[in-house]
């Protein structure tokens, strides 16, 4: 069964940095594509960024230039550099495997002076 723990979450000052990561387990990691969700109050949940297998990388318009997916294939990991931080990105981040539609608990990120 497929599951997936994110960690790194946390309270960051309007531009500051942070370093989420997402640790996979029972499932063949490589062939998948994997990304970051995230889902602030009162709102939908929404894309931040996606990872294919072959390193193929696609973001929300609102994160370009300030966040970066990157994976550990060996390790079976994937992980979000977020930089530049800003308070409208305070919300629920959550690892996904798009092919099997499999959601991690998600860590919370807060953006706040």
């Known amino acids: 069964q497929a599951q997936l723990e994110e960690s790194g979450g946390g309270l960051v000052q309007p531009g500051g940095s942070l370093r989420l990561s997402c640790a996979a387990s029972?499932?063949?990691?490589?062939?998948?594509?994997l990304g970051w969700y995230r889902q602030a109050p009162g709102k939908q949940r929404e894309l931040v960024a996606t990872?294919?297998?072959?390193?193929?990388?696609n973001y929300a318009e609102s994160v370009k230039g300030r966040f970066t997916i990157s994976r550990d294939n060996a390790n079976q990991k994937i992980f979000l550099q977020m930089d530049s931080l800003k308070p409208e990105d305070t919300a629920v981040y959550y690892c996904?495997?798009?092919?099997?539609?499999?959601w991690g608990q998600g860590t919370q990120v807060t953006v706040s002076s």
């Open positions: 990872i294919t297998n072959a390193l193929g990388t």
């Open positions: 029972g499932i063949s990691f490589y062939w998948y594509t």
């Open positions: 996904y495997v798009v092919q099997t539609n499999t």
